[in-house]
């Protein structure tokens, strides 16, 4: 019997049948290649795999396709206008926040999420945002430099 699960994915619905138990982060990325999540952990601690599920980021690689049922996904595959970059994007490359860039997607991820909601951070509001995604190069610095350069630009866009 197939388990179809209806999503919404960077503003395409789809159909996707795969096993209820199954992780979004695997289905990203091995069945509609969006590989800009990616597996760090497994366990929802590095943050490597970020999403937004409604506009609020969520850790893909511990979300199981069960709860997922007409659902709004965005990955960073979603936020690009054409060739335009997101300005949180754009910030990343201005500010050279990444290094190997594994994290990248997922700090930029809860970056968007976070000026969102909050379009001028203090630098201690991003530190907290950031919090729960880890950059193994160390990269942080550059990283809040990018956010709050992203914040000043005033012109973040909805993702």
């Known amino acids: ?5 209806k999503v919404r994915v960077n503003g395409v619905t789809r159909s996707i049948d795969a096993d209820p138990d199954r992780p979004l982060l695997g289905v990203l990325r091995d069945d509609l290649d969006l590989i800009g999540a990616k597996f760090g952990c497994g366990e929802g601690q590095c943050g490597a795999c970020t999403v937004l599920l409604a506009g ?7 979300l199981k396709m069960s709860s ?10 979603g936020l690009a206008h054409g060739d335009a970059l997101h300005p949180v994007q754009q910030a990343f490359l201005d500010r050279d926040a990444l290094q190997c860039g594994y994290c990248t997607c997922g700090m930029i991820m809860c970056a968007v999420a976070l000026l969102n909601e909050n379009p001028h951070p203090t630098r201690d509001q991003v530190v907290e945002e950031m919090n729960g995604n880890v950059c193994r190069c ?18 973040k866009g909805k993702a």
């Open 1 to 5: 019997m197939p388990n179809v699960t």
């Open 56 to 62: 609020t980021p969520v850790k893909s690689c511990r």
């Open 68 to 77: 997922l049922a007409d659902r709004e996904i965005t990955t960073v595959e």
């Open 138 to 155: 160390g990269a942080y610095g550059r990283i809040v430099d990018a956010v709050l350069a992203a914040s000043n630009s005033g012109k």
